[in-house]
Every structure is written in C-alpha cells, then in structure tokens.
C-alpha cells in the first residue's frame, strides 16, 4: 500500500509493522533514522511496541 500525499485523522499515530524482529538495537536505530528524516518536521515520539512495530505519535492532539 502507498500512502503518499494522504490525509489521516487528528493525532493518529504512524505505524511501521515488519514483517520480521527487529531486535538489533544497530538497526533499530538505523530505521529511526531513517524515518526520523520524515517525520522530523513535525513534533512527535516515536516508540517501539515489541520487536516488530515502531510507531510514532504526535507530541500534543
């Protein structure tokens, strides 16, 4: 699925789902960093809910 140049609702958080662990703490940060380039412009958190799903929240609603 591509979700480029769409709209989601107030507050709802972005989430990556892998489809396998990841559980290197080297890749974990390689892939924040990667996807930190583009959210970066936009306050938020971004967090690791087991080894498979990183997701990112806003800072405030």
């Known amino acids: 699925m ?8 107030v507050a ?3 989430s990556l789902q892998f ?3 990841v559980t ?3 890749y974990r940060r ?3 960093g990667r996807h930190g380039d583009d ?3 936009h306050s938020g958190v971004v967090g690791w809910l ?5 997701m990112w929240r806003p ?3």
Do not use: N
Not at 50 to 54: C, E, I, S
């Open 30 to 32: 390689a892939i924040e």
């Open 19 to 21: 489809d396998s662990a």
């Open 24 to 26: 290197s703490a080297r």
């Open 50 to 54: 087991g080894d498979r799903q990183l």
């Open 59 to 61: 800072k405030s609603f």
């Open 39 to 41: 959210l970066s412009a």
């Open 2 to 9: 591509v979700y480029d140049g769409q709209t989601v609702g």
């Open 12 to 14: 709802m958080p972005v």
